[in-house]
T-cell receptor, first 111, second 115 residues
């Protein structure tokens, strides 16, 4: 089992819809979870991080964490064509200073 | 604003050449990382460093070495470049785990082609 797993997609949603991106992780002791957005040909940029179970909202983005089920998700409300990108889930592993990334989910928002 | 810079955006090298990729960050981050990113494989950690002169192997260190002589600079070295090292190389930096926030900030990437 990979340490961090994401559905590679592509995920296609119409403009204005909610996009839901999911991620599961293997290390039950993981404490910190991050969502990065990566446009084609560009480097990843941080969207959100979450440490505690539950929801965390930032504008149109909501991160959800369920440590018991070992999954973290990202919801994008009112999706825009400019949200079209690859979304990377990242997890800080227990007792490590490094971070493990999922392979990313490619999102396309159609006008 | 955090700034992570990499020495080259595009690089073309021949098989067997020694290749140096440099990364500099200006945020006084303790941690620095080198990844390579390939289609379908995502980001894979090559090496990371949590302090000057300290280094730890990541998932795919074979064929690479690193150097961190100063806190702000982390170099990736391909001792003898091979075609299977053609990839996008991304440098990142972060504060250490006990300083918040410690998310990683990425440089623009170096697309290396080995012919």
């Amino acid at each position: 089992q990979k340490e961090v797993e994401q559905n590679s997609g592509p995920l296609s949603v119409p403009e204005g819809a909610i996009a839901s991106l999911n991620c599961t992780y293997s290390d039950r002791g993981s404490q910190s979870f991050f969502w990065y957005r990566q446009y084609s040909g560009k480097s990843p940029e941080l969207i959100m991080f979450i440490y505690s179970n539950g929801d965390k909202e930032d504008g149109r983005f909501t991160a959800q964490l369920n440590k018991a089920s070992q999954y973290v998700s990202l919801l994008i409300r009112d999706s825009q064509p400019s949200d079209s990108a690859t979304y990377l889930c990242a997890v800080n592993m227990v007792n490590n200073n490094d971070m493990r990334f999922g392979a990313g989910t490619r999102l396309t928002v159609k006008p | 604003d955090v700034k992570v810079t990499q020495s080259s955006r595009y690089l073309v090298k021949r098989t067997g050449e020694k290749v140096f990729l440099e990364c500099v960050q200006d945020m006084d981050h303790e941690n620095m990382f080198w990844y390579r990113q390939d289609p379908g494989l995502g980001l894979r950690l090559i090496y990371f460093s949590y302090d000057v002169k300290m280094k730890e192997k990541g998932d795919i260190p074979e064929g690479y070495s690193v150097s961190r002589e100063k806190k702000e600079r982390f170099s990736l070295i391909l001792e003898s470049a091979s075609t299977n090292q053609t990839s996008m190389y991304l440098c990142a930096s972060s504060f250490s785990e006990d300083r918040d926030p410690y998310e990683q900030y990425f440089g623009p990437g170096t697309r290396l082609t080995v012919t």
